[in-house]
């Protein structure tokens, strides 16, 4: 488990929080709590199969989804439907009341204290954060980094929690976690035992991995990040040309509407790292990242929280460009990458 007592701590870990925050109980409801409102225990196995493991992933799912799972009849969701409602209660709340849940969205370090800065404290959880850029800007050492921090304690900027991370280039280096937890202090061999990995092959393996991740999340409560890296590589080759951009782009949607509702369902902060392509129709134009654009289109766009474009500077220097985000200012900051992953300049 990633949470310790002082007392179990490995001596090289950093020990985990033990605040108010973390003694409190689930952030979410069990989809077995349906069997105390008169739902037997077979509907919830199917609804478990069909990756809904909580009651609001009920409420998350239309009733047309619902039906197209193996012996699900209208009536069935239906009484589905109003257990989970007796459970959930009304889903309208106050302003104070939503200000009073915000305060379990949780802060996760990038590694540098500049980008934090221009974040905000760091990438939050219950909404997803893109990073786009060429070649060589950071990206995936951003990943590695951030698996690292997830693990520490929140007064060392992290989330004393697990990682899940869906690799779709063939990128992720077990070395590279280890010399990244050597400048936090952390053990290495206890930085890889908390990392749950998987290599998505194509779009429809990268679904199923989200899926599975859902059913992780729900029997182990200690996942505090999930990252897929990256997440159009798959989309990019399965799908070619303008004839199937629509099923592309339909794909594409279902999946982010996943990714939102898992990171909202269970409390976690979600990565993706995105390739751009060029824009010619940009170079006279002056925007963010000038002729590159991250490829997606408007449905990526509009599913991610935040936004942030990586670009090359001077030397070793690296540029994040903050370019959307629903309660920061437009901003850049300078970082670079070492031994160690993202770091300040």
């Known amino acids: ?8 701590a490995a001596p090289s870990r950093p020990t985990s929080p033990q605040g108010d925050d973390y003694d409190e109980g689930p952030y979410f409801d069990s989809v077995d709590e349906l069997q105390q409102h008169g739902i037997n225990m077979q509907d919830i196995l199917k609804l478990k199969a069909a990756a809904i493991n909580t009651v609001s992933g009920v409420n998350m799912t239309t009733r047309r989804q619902m039906l197209k799972i193996k012996g699900m009849s209208e009536a069935k969701v239906e009484k589905i ?10 889903s309208f709340a106050t302003g104070l009341e939503i200000q009073e849940k915000r305060k379990r969205v949780l802060m996760v370090s990038t590694g540098s204290k500049s980008v934090d800065t221009i974040l905000g404290g760091g990438i939050m959880s219950q909404s997803i954060t893109e990073v786009y850029g060429e070649y060589r800007t950071g ?30 280039e063939g990128t992720f280096r077990p070395d590279r976690i280890r ?13 890889l035992e908390n990392i749950l990995y998987a290599r998505a092959f194509n779009s429809e393996h990268q679904m199923e991995l989200i899926n599975e991740c859902s059913i992780r999340f729900a029997e182990d409560k200690d996942f505090r990040l999930l990252i897929v890296d990256s997440i159009m590589a798959c989309f990019r080759t399965d799908y070619s ?4 951009l629509s099923e592309r782009q ?35 134009t002056f925007v963010a990242g000038g002729a590159l654009k991250p490829i997606g289109g ?31 200012p437009e901003s850049e900051a300078s970082y670079k990458l070492d031994e160690g992953g993202w770091a300040d300049v």
């Open 179 to 191: 010399s990244i937890a050597q400048r936090f202090g952390v053990n290495g061999d206890m930085a």
């Open 241 to 244: 040309g303008r004839g199937e």
């Open 139 to 168: 990206k995936t050492q951003l990943a590695h980094t951030m698996s690292v921090v997830t693990q520490l304690p929140p007064d060392m900027g992290g989330a004393a929690g697990k990682v899940a991370y869906i690799d779709t």
């Open 1 to 8: 488990m990633v949470r310790r007592t002082a007392s179990q």
């Open 81 to 90: 439907k109003e257990a989970a409602h007796k459970v959930l209660g009304s």
């Open 298 to 328: 408007h449905i990526l766009s509009h599913a991610s929280a935040t936004r942030m474009f990586l670009r090359k500077g001077r030397a070793e220097e690296r540029v994040a460009k903050l370019v959307d985000s629903p309660d920061r």
């Open 250 to 284: 339909q794909k594409l949607a279902q999946m982010l509407s996943k990714l939102s509702k898992l990171s909202e369902e269970y409390n976690i902060a979600i990565l993706l790292t995105n390739q751009v392509q060029s824009d010619p129709g940009a170079v006279m």
